[in-house]
């Protein structure tokens, strides 16, 4: 079954709109998995917006699931990610303005800089996902991608999301499936997240059932205010039963 990674950004988001540590981002995580999800998730900023460096730390030492850790590889974010030793790190191509991912990886234009991250990841022993966009994506890149040799991509569900329910979402369903099915062929795992809910959330994973993880937070935090945490976790849990 696909496994459920909670992204806990939005909580400390909350947290430090207060200055205070109200909601407590480590008790959330220890209750989001007790709850039963998988995996957690986190994409710190240098700014500090949400997710801070000490929090990483402290979530490392504290939660006994993986830990995806998402962010541009400069030399500060690599250096933390491996030494939490993060059982996963998502590289993604987002400068530091920007609200959250909003494209994926010029795959051909960041060659040389993906390929040197990956081989220093691995060499740490860190499991590597790149965050793509099958939009974007050309035939030459897929072929990049295998030479690169990362363990996965992370399929940037955001143009899923917003043709869902439309007349094209077929059309737009086809290409993820296309992309990701040409990928697993190529040795290439797959993850998948942006705007993914319970609505869009089932479809997808029925659509292309290889997916091997979800990264959600906005959508499941929304969720929570209504539902209460541990409803929603186990909501999005039933979705990934296909």
Not at 52 to 77: H, S
Not at 79 to 96: F, G, H, N, R, S
Not at 132 to 138: G, K, R, Y
Not at 177 to 199: E, P, W
Request: charged share 25%.
């Amino acid at each position: 079954m696909t496994k459920l990674s909670v992204n806990i950004n939005k909580i400390a988001t909350l947290r430090n709109a207060r200055g205070k540590n109200n909601p407590d981002v480590l008790k959330t995580a220890l209750d989001i998995i007790a709850f039963g999800a998988n995996g957690i998730t986190v994409h710190p900023r240098p700014d500090g917006r949400h997710i801070r460096k000490e929090d990483v730390y402290t979530l490392a030492n504290r939660i006994n699931v993986e830990f995806n850790i998402e962010g541009y590889p400069n030399k500060d974010f690599l250096v933390m990610v491996k030494e939490v030793k993060a059982a996963q790190c998502t590289l993604v191509p987002d400068p530091p303005h920007v609200i959250t991912s909003n494209a994926g990886w010029n795959v051909e234009k960041n060659f040389s800089l993906l390929q040197e991250t990956v081989a220093e990841l691995h060499d740490h022993g860190i499991r590597t996902s790149l965050f793509i966009d099958p939009f974007t994506l050309t035939d030459k890149e897929i072929l990049l991608l295998k030479q690169i040799m990362t363990d996965r991509v992370e399929l940037y569900t955001e143009r899923y999301a917003e043709d869902f329910g439309t007349d094209k979402a077929a059309t737009t369903l086809a290409t993820y499936k296309n992309v990701a099915t040409t990928l697993h062929k190529l040795g290439i795992d797959i993850n998948a997240g942006h705007d993914l809910d319970l609505k869009n959330l089932r479809p997808l994973i029925q659509a292309i059932p290889i997916i091997k993880e979800v990264s959600i937070g906005h959508a499941l935090i929304c969720d929570a205010l209504y539902f209460g945490l541990e409803k929603t976790i186990h909501r999005y849990l039933e979705c990934l039963q296909g």
